[in-house]
């Protein structure tokens, strides 16, 4: 594929899974944050979940230090511009995100690949920016990233066929499976996802069962890992108010309008897993 150096732009929750698992397959990688303070909590991140897999038996020590070896941190957007592919995993934004990729595309090497992790937003429009349309493509992930085994690519009108195929066999040299996704917002997963889980909302709102009693019907009944309360706690409830606003202003479909109750919360800062509490206690 040509690809030797990978740039990782956010070592947040999605950033710094995405950084370990391309170290993991053997790039040299250098993953960005906006701070010291957050690069350095992301980089723990990254090495407390290796040390739990050593802990397991799952990866050696001296794998371990390998992988770190691989891996490197800065607050310079500058310090990616000698890699090939950079995936952008920063806030879900769209100005933010279009600053970032004008940036990069004014600092990489022509043949680079650039691609971003959005969970929502249109690939067309990030790639709109850069003087590389035909190679900018969509890379959605999913947390945890170590752990989760399907990245969604998505292909925009303007997407090369070399890009294309470049994109795809990157992904599965991570040890990905690949579902291939035209650029629509929501691609495929969130757009059956999110109205499933605002559709839980509507249902605990409009008083058919409790939380509790939905959750435990969608995991005992569909056999689901977890109920649509317990995935919105963890994927965040501002982060499912963020994309279905974006779904909403798209497709202008009930089906994606946040129910009222998620916006509630979401003001009075009950986020989830990461707040302490959302739809649950989480202490």
Request: glycine share 10%.
């Amino acid at each position: 594929m040509g690809i030797e150096k990978v740039g990782v732009v956010g070592c947040g929750l999605m950033g710094s899974g995405i950084a370990q698992v391309c170290a993991a397959a053997g790039y040299a990688t250098t993953v960005t944050e906006v701070d010291e303070k957050r690069l350095q909590a992301g980089l723990a991140k990254i090495e407390a979940q290796l040390g739990r897999s050593v802990e397991k038996g799952k990866l050696s020590a001296a794998d371990k230090a390998a992988l770190l070896g691989r891996l490197q941190g800065t607050t310079r957007l500058a310090d990616l511009g000698k890699c090939d592919f950079v995936i952008e995993a920063a806030t879900e934004e769209a100005v933010a995100k279009k600053q970032i990729f004008a940036d990069l595309d004014a600092r990489l090497p022509q043949h680079a690949l650039l691609a971003s992790n959005t969970s929502s937003l249109t690939i067309i429009a990030l790639a709109a920016v850069t003087r590389r349309p035909d190679r900018v493509v969509g890379l959605h992930f999913f947390n945890p990233v170590p752990v989760m085994k399907l990245v969604e690519v998505v292909r925009t009108i303007a997407t090369s066929d070399e890009a294309w195929a470049t994109a795809k066999a990157f992904a599965a040299s991570l040890g990905k499976e690949v579902v291939e996704a035209k650029d629509t917002t929501g691609f495929v997963v969130n757009r059956l996802l999110v109205p499933y889980m605002l559709d839980a909302i509507r249902c605990y709102e409009q008083g058919l069962a409790s939380k509790e009693d939905i959750d435990r019907g969608m995991k005992l009944g569909c056999g689901y890992p977890m109920g649509p309360f317990e995935l919105l706690d963890f994927v965040g409830l501002d982060t499912t108010l963020s994309i279905a606003e974006i779904m909403f202003d798209e497709f202008r479909e009930p089906r994606f309008a946040p129910p009222s109750l998620l916006r509630r919360l979401v003001l009075a800062g009950h986020l989830g897993k990461k707040s302490g509490r959302g739809f649950y206690e989480h202490r």
